[in-house]
């Protein structure tokens, strides 16, 4: 290990993120330089890549214990950074489990007087440490995902407001609405969306045409969907005639 790689180690103490761009700007090489670094200092257990650049290993440790072969997928890095910027100082954010929801929190503005609610294990171990408020609804945990729910979470979820919903899915249909493969977390999640003020829906377009098990949302429940630029002209004309904003997440 040479000393770049040493003091790329000692960043990950300090930082949430690397990104390559900035660190060949830092250490004044080339960008396939730091990749190669950021290769090997994955192959040692410090980091794991992510599309752009990487995060101490340490941030992932309970997603990838339940999935051992996960990635970001450009796609997700970019819906999940885009539709973070709809967070503006002072609300109150509720994130629900799932992958692409989790690069919702990754990308967050670090502020303090932002406060997150989530259900998600793997949020709460992205954002700990960090600046802003965050709250852990309690529940039975997930078999299938790091995550928590039931009949005690969905008590506790009454009794709150929040500014913000961030949703995924399982599936979806531009005419009839969101799924879910999972019946009792689509109950979970309807009680999330009537407690949020904005409702925002993040998936890949590749989840449309291919509808789940049971809706937990229709279109008029959703005021935005933020998605990757290969959904279909046919989807998004539905949707914005059903009253949904739709935004398209560029990938680097």
Do not use: W
Not at 1 to 9: A, D, E, G, L, Y
Request: aromatic letters at 6%; hydrophobic letters at 40%.
């Amino acid at each position: 290990m040479n000393s770049r790689q040493s003091k790329i180690i000692d960043l990950l103490q300090s930082e949430d993120r690397l990104e390559v761009r900035r660190l060949a700007q830092r250490f004044s090489v080339s960008q396939m330089t730091i990749r190669r670094d950021l290769e090997l200092l994955q192959a040692d257990g410090f980091v794991v890549r992510t599309h752009g650049g990487g995060i101490p290993a340490g941030k992932l440790r309970v997603l990838q214990h339940a999935f051992p072969h996960y990635l970001v997928s450009p796609e997700k890095a970019a819906i999940g950074k885009l539709a973070a910027s709809l967070v503006t100082p002072g609300q109150t954010v509720l994130i629900e489990s799932g992958t692409t929801v989790l690069e919702v929190a990754r990308n967050l503005p670090r502020d303090p007087s932002i406060t997150v609610a989530t259900t998600s294990l793997c949020v709460l171990q992205e954002l700990y440490g960090g600046p802003m408020q965050v709250l852990l609804f309690g529940g039975y945990a997930r078999k299938d995902f790091p995550s928590l729910y039931g009949p005690l979470t969905e008590a506790t979820l009454r009794s709150f407001h929040v500014d913000v919903l961030f949703i995924g899915c399982d599936g979806a249909d531009s005419q009839s609405g969101f799924y879910t493969s999972n019946l009792l977390v689509s109950s979970l999640d309807e009680q999330m969306i009537k407690i949020a003020s904005r409702v925002v829906i993040v998936t890949e377009s590749s989840k449309f045409g291919g509808k789940g098990f049971v809706r937990f949302a229709a279109p008029n429940q959703v005021h935005t969907l933020v998605t990757d630029g290969r959904l279909s002209a046919v989807d998004r004309k539905n949707l914005v005639e059903g009253g949904v904003n739709v935004l398209f997440a560029e990938t680097e």
